[in-house]
């Protein structure tokens, strides 16, 4: 791998960028603050713009760390900042078969976009940058990424960006509720992984 941080990336109609404190009310007002966005995420919508706010304070000072991936997710023709997208380290022990190891870690791809903005392509198309990101500058041998049973909106997006369906495995949230979910891969060289 050659992690490389959080770096710009720019699609047909989207920039994916560094988050900054001034983004706390468009973040807060736009997805963060609405509890359908995060009714299949491991976090609780925020309560307040303020708790956004001590949110961006964190990533601003994870940025640095090359190992540290979170876009804000911006409309390239207006400026609006519209939902995020991350990856983060998985765990090997979480249902992936021993064959694996040789791979390295598990890093798991996680998005999410305010209602407004649902249904018109821009999760996929973040998704294929971060990817593509993720293959091409990083080096990364493989990426994952896993939607609630229910959440078949985001099981569209993982399809269409490549991403195949490997398990079923049990998530908890960070409030300690279990969510069952699909699991699913994309390896740098497509090979079919055992089950
Ligand atoms: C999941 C989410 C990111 C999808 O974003 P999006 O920009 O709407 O995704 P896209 O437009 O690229 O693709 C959505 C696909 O889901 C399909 N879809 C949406 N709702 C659906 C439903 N109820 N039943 C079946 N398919 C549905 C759309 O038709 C589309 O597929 P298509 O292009 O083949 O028609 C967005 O709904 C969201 O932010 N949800 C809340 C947070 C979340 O759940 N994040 C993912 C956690 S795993």
């Given amino acids: 791998m050659r992690h490389c941080g959080t770096q710009l990336l720019q ?3 989207l920039v994916l960028r560094r988050f900054t404190i001034d983004d706390s009310e468009m973040m807060f007002g736009n997805w963060a603050g609405d509890p359908e966005v995060t009714r ?3 976090w609780n919508a925020h309560r307040s713009w303020a708790e956004t ?4 304070n964190l990533v601003a000072q994870q940025y640095p760390n090359p190992e540290f991936y979170d876009w804000g997710i911006e409309v390239r023709a207006t400026g609006v900042l519209i939902g995020s997208i991350s990856i983060g380290k998985g765990q090997l022990d ?7 190891d040789r791979l390295g870690l598990p890093w798991e791809v996680g998005y999410c976009l305010g209602r407004k903005w649902w249904n018109q392509g821009y999760a996929t198309e973040a998704l294929c940058a971060v990817r593509d990101f993720w293959f091409g500058t990083a ?8 939607h609630a049973f229910e ?3 985001s099981a569209a997006v993982m399809q269409k960006a490549g991403f195949t369906y490997h398990h079923d495995a049990v998530h908890r949230r960070f409030d300690g509720t279990e969510v069952p979910v699909r699991v699913y891969f ?10």
């Fill in 139 to 146: 080096k990364g041998q493989w990426l994952t990424c896993c």
């Fill in 40 to 42: 299949y995420l491991r």
């Fill in 94 to 100: 979480t249902g992936w078969p021993r064959a694996c």
């Fill in 53 to 56: 706010a001590e949110y961006l």
């Fill in 186 to 195: 994309l390896l740098r060289n497509q090979v079919e992984l055992p089950r």
């Fill in 11 to 13: 699609t047909g109609r």
């Fill in 151 to 153: 959440n078949v909106a």
